[in-house]
Structures are given as C-alpha cells and as structure tokens.
C-alpha cells in the first residue's frame, strides 16, 4: 500500500520565510510486505526518478506497530524533506553556475561565426550552371556576393568580409569586372 504524500505544509521559518509554504514532496512512505509475512516501514526517494530508500523505520506483522511506523516515517520526512530538497538545491544551483561559466568560456573563444548556408546554395547552383568548369575562385566569390546583394563593388568588397570571411581587394574586383566587360 502506498501513500504519497505530494504536499507538505510547514513553516518557513527554517529558511527565512515568516510564512506557510506548499512544498512538493518526492518522498513518501511505504509499506512493504516481506516474504516472511511482515511488513516493513521505509521512506523512499523517487526525486531523479528512480526508487531510493532513504530509512527503513522497521517492519513488524501488529498493525498497530506497523501504522506507528507509518506515522514515525512521515514525521522523519516532515524533519528531513527541507534539508535533503536544500542540498538539492545547492547542487542544482551549482550545475547551473558551472554550465554558465563553461557556456561563456566557450563564446569568450569564438573568434568569428560564420553563416554561409547562402553560399553553400548557391554553390550548388554555381556548379550546376557549369560555372565551375572555369576553375575561378574570384568569379565565384563574386557571382554568390552579387546574387546575395546587389551592391557597389565596394560594397560587395565589404559583404564578402562581413559574412563569408573572404578578403577580396577592390581592385581586384574592379579589374575582374573589367575583365568580365570586355568579355561580353
């Protein structure tokens, strides 16, 4: 037969708080009966989800003992459930510090983030027009920074810094789209 008990009222005073609070209570008593006939008496744990007994209050086979226990395991809950959840609490507390500093450890070495999914989709269709058979990186650089804005060459020079990461001279560009001019 189990009995949980979910809700437990009692004083905040223990933490500071004048008030009555609600606390849910993964902890309750359980009445087991064993194969020589007796029941016993345990609290168990079931707040990382598994079954942990906490204390086993005793076992007996007199009803009147056994409900005695019964009464014994919830007042040992009622005296302990504020300390273990606090301990918890703490350790909670301090997995949630530790994965914030490791977070910021790790953004504070990020040096660039780069996000080029225009430019891998575009690559695709760069190499299906058969643009690719030119073997020109140049070319390239610039049919997907002009596909993706329409700009000046300078501001063309900018985009590809900005969001590819690729270092292309105005000059170069100017010469290139020269180049592409008289080609036409």
């Not at 020589?36 to 007996?60: E, F, L, M, N």
Request: glycine share 6%; hydrophobic share 35%; net charge positive.
């Amino acid at each position: 037969m189990y009995l949980l008990l979910r809700h437990i009222h009692f004083s905040g005073h223990r933490f500071g708080c004048p008030e009555k609070f609600t606390y849910l209570c993964p902890m309750f008593v359980r009445k087991k009966k064993n194969i020589s006939g007796k029941v016993s008496v345990q609290v168990i744990d079931k707040s990382r989800g598994q079954y942990k007994v906490c204390k086993t209050i005793g076992s007996s086979s007199v009803s009147l003992e056994i409900e005695r226990m019964y009464r014994e395991g919830k007042d040992w809950i009622k005296r302990h459930v504020g300390q273990t959840n606090m301990l918890h609490i703490f350790e909670v507390e301090d997995n949630k510090r530790n994965e914030i500093e490791e977070t910021q450890r790790v953004l504070d070495n990020v040096e660039n983030i780069l996000l080029n999914g225009t430019e891998l989709l575009l690559d695709r269709v760069y190499r299906q027009i058969g643009f690719d058979q030119m073997d020109d990186d140049t070319l390239r650089q610039l049919v997907v920074a002009r596909l993706c804005r329409p700009t000046s060459k300078k501001g063309t020079a900018d985009y590809l810094k900005s969001h590819f990461d690729q270092d292309v001279h105005l000059s170069k560009i100017y010469r290139y789209t020269n180049l592409v001019y008289k080609l036409r």
